[in-house]
C-alpha cells in the first residue's frame, strides 16, 4: 500500500492552505479584523489531525516561514508558533479524531491559542509590543470557527479521496 499522496492530492491541501492565507490577508472592517479566527492554524489543525501519518513538524515550519515573509514579521515568529501548534495536534491527533465536535472545537481552540500566545511572546521580548484585547479576540474567534470549517474541509477531503 502506497501511503504517499499523489500529485492531485497535494495540490487540494496546498490550495486549502492558500484559501486560509487568502482569508487572512482579505481586509475587513477593524470591527470585524479584531475577531478574524487564524485561519492558517485552523486548516493546519485539520489536516493534521486528518492525516497524521503524513504530516511532519517540519512542514509546519516551512508554512510559518512563508507567513513570516508574507506578514513582514521577525523571521521565525509564525514559523515556530506553526511548529509548536503542529507538535500539540500530532501529539493529541488520535485522540482529537474521536472527540465530539465541540470537545474538539475546545482543543483546537486551546492548541491555536497556545500557538497564538508564541507570537505574542516573541512580540512583547522583541518588540516591547504587549498584548491587548485584539491580540486575544481571535482565540474565541478560533473556536467558534472550527465545527464549520471542519465540515466544509472534511467535504473536500472526501472529494478528493484523502484517507
Not at 6 to 11: E, G, P
Not at 86 to 113: D, E, K, N, Y
Request: cysteine-free.
Amino acid at each position: 500500500m502506497n501511503d504517499a499522496l499523489t500529485f492531485r492530492q497535494r495540490a487540494v491541501v496546498w490550495a486549502t492552505f492558500a484559501s486560509a492565507i487568502l482569508l487572512t490577508l482579505a481586509p475587513l472592517p477593524n470591527v470585524l479584523a479584531i475577531l478574524r479566527p487564524n485561519w492558517v492554524a485552523l486548516v493546519l489543525a485539520y489536516w493534521y489531525m486528518a492525516i497524521p501519518d503524513r504530516a511532519g513538524i517540519g512542514g509546519a515550519w516551512v508554512l510559518g516561514l512563508f507567513l513570516d515573509t508574507i506578514y513582514g514579521s521577525l523571521l521565525g515568529e509564525q514559523a515556530l508558533a506553526k511548529a509548536v501548534l503542529a507538535f500539540l495536534i500530532l501529539r493529541f491527533a488520535h485522540r482529537l479524531r474521536v472527540f465530539p465536535r465541540w470537545q474538539q472545537a475546545m482543543a483546537v481552540g486551546v492548541s491555536v491559542a497556545v500557538s497564538d500566545m508564541v507570537v505574542l511572546m516573541i512580540k512583547s521580548l522583541v518588540h516591547g509590543v504587549h498584548p491587548i484585547f485584539s491580540d486575544t479576540a481571535p482565540m474565541v474567534a478560533n473556536a467558534i470557527v472550527w465545527p464549520f470549517l471542519f465540515v466544509v474541509l472534511r467535504e473536500v477531503r472526501r472529494r478528493a479521496k484523502i484517507s
